[in-house]
């Protein structure tokens, strides 16, 4: 018969024993899930990153956040790829990039709005605010309320680097953290302007003609809309994504990329 004490000693053991083992499993679990490559995603493309987009596969966890977000994250390694929208971005040493879309960058009015064509030097008024009313231009719909992206968003940034250049937003304006929020404010109010990707274009705003080009498919494609963005690939070394970035741009890669970026044409590599 074990002596008592000897009796919990053994019991002690063999519970850090059960609790290593357990341990043990759980890690190994943890290991087998533990996704082969996480991508970031921005939101002007949170289309992609739905499960029904048949772009990743059970190995890729996607997350989405603005197009800056999305490349601190890559930077800081909590990533090994990012999907963003909008000019070429500005990457730490050791990460490459590649265009795998090309994307109009579409501005948009309610509606009742008929305004246009408009040139670029039109849209700067309109957003810095030198432009205050649509009278400007022969509508009666009031002041205009220019609505901004957020600071981060590639969508923000073309428009600083190729109608704002260098001039600051009008102050007040409202910011909209997602493209989808751009359209519902623009589609409430008569007096809004805003701006989006052209993928997420949709029924109830009046795209503007800038430049007499309309951001359609066809001009986005042919290249002849004046306001062009990329959707680039920023990754790190490693098979994943290269083998990602393999997948994106291969022809299955394009068709599914083509159901959810409709206005998207494939930039060269």
């Not at 290593?20 to 759980?26: N, V």
């Not at 430049?211 to 098979?239: C, I, N, T």
């Amino acid at each position: 018969m074990l002596r008592p004490v000897l009796a919990v000693a053994c019991l002690v053991w063999a519970m850090a024993l059960s609790g290593c083992h357990e341990a043990a499993e759980g890690e190994s679990l943890a290991r087998r899930q533990d996704p082969a490559l996480r991508v970031a995603i921005s939101s002007s493309l949170a289309d992609l990153a739905r499960p029904s987009s048949g772009l990743w596969g059970p190995g890729v966890a996607v997350t989405v956040s603005s197009d800056e977000s999305a490349l601190d994250s890559l930077a800081m390694g909590y990533v090994d790829a990012a999907v963003v929208w909008g000019p070429l971005p500005e990457l730490v040493e050791g990460l490459s990039v590649e265009a795998i879309a090309s994307d109009a960058l579409a501005f948009v009015v309610h509606p009742s709005n008929q305004t246009g064509p408009l040139q670029v030097e039109d849209l700067r008024g309109l957003f810095t605010g030198r432009i205050g009313a649509w009278d400007a231009f022969g509508q009666s719909v009031g002041s205009v309320v220019p609505v901004m992206r957020e600071k981060g968003a590639g969508t923000r940034s073309l428009l600083e680097s190729l109608v704002l250049k260098g001039e600051l937003p009008a102050s007040g304006a409202p910011i909209a953290a997602a493209d989808g929020a751009v359209l519902d404010y623009v589609s409430a109010n008569p007096g809004a302007v805003g701006y989006v990707a052209a993928a997420n274009l949709r029924e109830g705003v009046r795209a503007l003609t800038i430049e007499e080009r309309r951001p359609e498919p066809q001009r986005v494609r042919e290249g002849e809309y004046p306001l062009m963005g990329g959707v680039w690939f920023a990754y790190r070394s490693a098979p994943e994504a290269a083998a990602l970035l393999e997948r994106l741009v291969s022809d299955d890669g394009r068709g599914l990329l083509g159901r959810w970026l409709a206005a998207a044409e494939w930039a060269p590599r």
